[in-house]
């Protein structure tokens, strides 16, 4: 029954809960709860995922049973000491969770691979080719093509601009959008967005993980957006994604020009022309009502019950009163 009630609880999160949070207009108020919504909506999938397995193999009769035989691993249904249809539905549960901790792990190896290249690669240029500008906090690079970004999983001091948008920026417009990096660094944003693009990677056929994954990164630029309007005025961040949109796009006119060494995908790149630029203009020129306090604290508690909700299902299933 335990996984039966989990495999339900997963398909109201995949069919219900992520679509209605894929439009749910509150977000662009408040990105910052947008992306622990979804943050808590991918554990609350996995965590009913590693649930059912586990249910499946492991069997008790009380609730502090498992805390009891958690130094010992109960393979009784496995081994068929509950019957033939018991000892299916362990198998079953036991080759989901050696799929799930292969893929996993794969998508692991795989991404802080490539985001471990990625990051080398560009820092060899900064070595090679960088101007510090302190009064920016950035390090300026040269390329054809007008652009701002952080090095993945990079801090505050991996702010990089290209020479190209020093030209079509003025030194306000520079500043903000320099503010708009750092505070995908203070904000963790590459850490965040890992999170979700390990889940996409592990199952790339389940297209929920890549629209949490298209989230993300649309609410990651409008939270650095908003982080970086406290110290600057909006008009002034709208005007500099204008004249980075209007600049890339002679450019692409023009021919091709990098913006980072050859090879490297852009993609996984928090640059300050990221996300949806329209959105993010509309945004900057119309500032959004936050949510209330109140409303933003009670909506963080209902969306930590998410993951939480999967192990009461375990556990409540199992305990003396279940049926």
């Excluded at 996984?3 to 408040?30: H, T």
């Excluded at 204008?242 to 993609?267: K, N, T």
């Excluded at 329209?278 to 019950?305: I, K």
């Amino acid at each position: 029954m335990t996984p039966l009630l989990l495999l339900a609880y997963a398909v109201v999160l995949v069919v219900v809960a992520g679509p209605r949070l894929a439009r749910a207009g509150w977000v662009a108020r408040s990105p910052r709860l947008g992306i622990f919504a979804w943050q808590m909506w991918c554990a609350a999938l996995l965590a009913c995922a590693l649930l059912t397995g586990v249910s499946s193999i492991l069997h008790w009769g009380h609730a502090h049973d498992v805390a009891c035989r958690a130094w010992r691993v109960c393979l009784d249904a496995l081994l068929g000491g509950h019957g033939p249809a018991a000892q299916v539905a362990a198998g079953c549960g036991a080759v989901l969770l050696v799929t799930l901790a292969v893929r996993l792990t794969l998508a692991a190896w795989r991404l802080t691979g490539a985001e471990r290249r990625q990051r080398g690669r560009l820092r060899q240029l900064m070595r090679l080719t960088g101007q510090p500008l302190p009064e920016l906090g950035a390090v300026v690079v040269p390329a054809a093509q007008p652009a701002a970004y952080l090095l993945p999983g990079g801090d505050e001091r991996d702010v990089v601009l290209t020479s190209a948008a020093l030209q079509h920026l003025t030194g306000e417009e520079l500043r903000a959008v320099a503010a708009h990096e750092r505070a995908h660094a203070t904000g963790r944003h590459y850490r965040l967005l890992r999170t979700v693009r390990l889940l996409d990677g592990a199952f790339p056929w389940a297209s929920c993980f890549a629209t949490a994954v298209r989230q993300m990164r649309r609410l990651v630029e409008l939270r650095a957006d908003d982080v970086a309007v406290r110290t600057h005025p909006p008009i002034v961040l709208a005007r500099a994604l204008v004249a980075l949109a209007e600049a890339r796009a002679r450019q692409s006119a023009a021919g091709p020009g990098r913006a980072w060494p050859e090879g490297d995908d852009p993609g996984p790149l928090l640059a300050a022309h990221g996300g949806d630029t329209a959105e993010r203009l509309h945004r900057l020129l119309n500032r959004p009502r936050p949510l209330p306090a109140a409303l933003t604290r009670a909506a963080a508690v209902l969306f930590t019950l998410l993951p939480v909700t999967p192990i009461v299902i375990a556990v409540v299933q199992r305990s003396p009163l279940a049926p």
